[in-house]
């Protein structure tokens, strides 16, 4: 595993040493990953693989299954944009449009800059106040083209 700074090596190793014995550690095991990198880097899977027993296979394909994970760093902060039928119907397609033209992105791009990873979600809870999207930790309602640029403005 490369590492320039040694902090993937060990962040890696440490989550395989806790997790090697837990039926079912592989989950917890690369959230804590994704926790403390941002990302599962590629070249993690051989040693998960081996700490966990499974195969290379076996762990790329959870990785790759859930869209939790990513194995490139992501942006400081994901934009989920609400893709349900709920925020189609009140306009999170042109919203949607908006937001990747606005960032120079599609749906599991970061933006040149770092800052934003955009994602697609399928619902956000918010189903009576669309269109909407989440913001980092941030859910944000009736969201159309000009609000998402004050929002954009603010974090």
Same mark, same amino acid.
Not at 5 to 34: C, F, M, T, W
Not at 42 to 48: E, Q, T, W
């Given at each position: 595993?490369?590492?320039? !700074?040694? +902090?993937? *090596?060990?962040? =890696?190793?440490?989550?395989?040493?806790?997790?090697?014995?837990? #039926? %079912? &550690?592989?989950?917890?095991?690369?959230?804590?990953?994704?926790?403390?990198?941002?990302?599962?880097?590629?070249?993690?899977?051989?040693?998960?693989?081996?700490?966990?027993?499974? !195969?290379? +296979?076996? *762990?790329?394909? =959870?990785?790759?299954?859930?869209?939790?994970?990513?194995?490139? #760093? %992501? &942006?400081?902060?994901?934009?989920?944009?609400?893709?349900?039928?709920?925020?189609?119907?009140?306009?999170?397609?042109?919203?949607?449009?908006?937001?990747?033209?606005?960032?120079?992105?599609?749906?599991?791009?970061?933006?040149?800059?770092?800052?934003?990873?955009?994602?697609?979600?399928?619902?956000? &809870?918010?189903?009576?106040?669309?269109?909407?999207?989440?913001?980092?930790?941030?859910?944000?309602?009736?969201?159309?083209?000009?609000?998402?640029?004050?929002?954009?403005?603010?974090?």
């Amino acid at each position: 595993m490369c590492s320039s !700074s040694g +902090a993937p *090596v060990a962040v =890696v190793s440490a989550a395989v040493r806790k997790y090697a014995d837990i #039926p %079912g &550690g592989l989950l917890p095991l690369l959230h804590e990953i994704q926790a403390g990198l941002g990302y599962v880097p590629k070249d993690s899977v051989a040693v998960i693989a081996e700490g966990m027993g499974l !195969s290379r +296979a076996e *762990v790329h394909g =959870v990785i790759s299954f859930y869209h939790d994970f990513r194995n490139k #760093p %992501g &942006g400081q902060k994901t934009i989920h944009v609400c893709r349900a039928e709920a925020c189609q119907a009140v306009g999170s397609r042109q919203l949607e449009a908006h937001v990747k033209t606005r960032l120079g992105v599609d749906y599991g791009e970061t933006t040149a800059d770092g800052r934003y990873a955009l994602e697609a979600v399928y619902c956000l &809870g918010n189903c009576a106040c669309g269109p909407s999207i989440r913001i980092a930790d941030d859910v944000f309602a009736r969201v159309d083209a000009d609000r998402f640029d004050e929002l954009l403005g603010d974090t």
